[in-house]
């Protein structure tokens, strides 16, 4: 069946149909990562966008559950080069097709998803439409495409009740904003009791809990949309409980304490990104998924400093707070799809709640 992809600006791409064959408008993204297509579809962060993947064959080794990053895929779309007919692995358990299909997630397989990313490249991110329908009409969708919004989406995704993982070691309060599963791992494996709240706990809920240290996640969305998860935030930050925050989570303290954030023209998604810790002078590369960054230029000096910095355009990728045991990154320190470089970012937090990484 035919599909095509309708760009707010009229570029009008034709391919096929993969996955559900329903009608979707969403924000257009790229993520340039070689493999990890299954926890790309599940990482929450992805909801309200249609995902377009830069290596050209996706698919090739099939669905692993084991590797998903939540409990189902947040991708309004999925947009690809070309899509593996015959996946061969020795864990695969299923296609990407039937997934689709299964979590009704329309796609587009066959259009050169390399024109699509050099064009998002240099008019930046843009909304657009799925459709199967070949007697579309340009001059009603286009009004539709421009008017598009993502919206509050961290409602979308979060968890609806708190759940504890782990059953001993220091004790970690991780809210949910959108966050990937391996975040709450990367903790259990460290030792940590982890207790997963939803977005709009309150602070007093959490401080009550008495934790050893708060974990802020990565999420979806404009982070200014989250005003009311923002007020609590600026109360943990006053309290001295040592504070690790990923992605929104990062972008949320920020906004928290006085900083200013902005959308980028084309965001950064995938597992290649190079990231340098102004302490040392080294630089990791790390997975990475955000449209919006912090703006340094409007962070108060008393409050934090710039801690990384992205080494391809300079932007803001993680900031030190002055006077506290706050830490916080743009980027994916549990990096799934991408390189474990950054993972020692867990071990300053457990040094930082008072041990060592076997939280004895």
């Not at 990890?36 to 249609?50: K, R, W």
């Amino acid at each position: 069946m035919k599909a095509f992809l309708i760009l707010e600006d009229g570029h009008i791409y034709e391919g096929t149909s993969i996955g559900s064959d329903r009608e979707v408008i969403s924000e257009i993204v790229f993520n340039t990562s070689m493999t990890g297509y299954l926890e790309v579809l599940t990482d929450p962060s992805y909801a309200g966008q249609a995902v377009t993947m830069t290596y050209p064959l996706i698919g090739n080794y099939g669905i692993c559950f084991d590797d998903m990053e939540s409990k189902k895929p947040w991708p309004d779309g999925y947009i690809v080069r070309e899509l593996s007919r015959l996946p061969s692995n020795f864990r695969c358990e299923g296609t990407i097709q039937d997934f689709l299909k299964k979590h009704d997630i329309p796609g587009i397989a066959g259009i050169d998803t390399r024109a699509l990313t050099k064009l998002l490249r240099e008019k930046g991110t843009m909304n657009g439409m799925i459709t199967t329908n070949s007697d579309y009409n340009l001059e009603e969708i286009l009004p539709k495409l421009r008017e598009y919004q993502v919206g509050d989406v961290v409602d979308k995704v979060t968890c609806t009740e708190k759940k504890v993982l782990g059953t001993d070691g220091y004790r970690v309060a991780l809210l949910d904003f959108g966050a990937k599963d391996n975040i709450a791992k990367s903790l259990v494996n460290r030792g940590c009791q982890v207790t997963v709240y939803p977005a709009h706990t309150s602070a007093e809920e959490i401080l009550a809990a008495k934790p050893d240290g708060i974990m802020l996640s990565n999420g979806p969305g404009d982070p200014k949309s989250c005003t009311e998860i923002i007020k609590e935030i600026r109360k943990l930050y006053e309290s001295d409980v040592p504070i690790f925050a990923i992605c929104l989570g990062h972008q949320l303290m920020a906004l928290a304490t006085g900083a200013d954030t902005y959308k980028l023209k084309y965001g950064h998604r995938g597992g290649n990104h190079p990231v340098k810790d102004l302490e040392t002078g080294k630089v990791y590369i790390s997975s990475q998924n955000h449209g919006y960054v912090v703006d340094t230029d409007h962070l108060p000096a008393e409050v934090a400093g710039p801690a990384f910095i992205n080494v391809n355009d300079g932007t803001n990728e993680g900031l030190k707070y002055t006077g506290k045991n706050i830490f916080t990154v743009q980027f994916h320190p549990e990096a799934c799809p991408g390189p474990q470089d950054s993972a020692y970012l867990f071990d300053r937090f457990i040094a930082m709640m008072g041990g060592d990484r076997t939280c004895h």
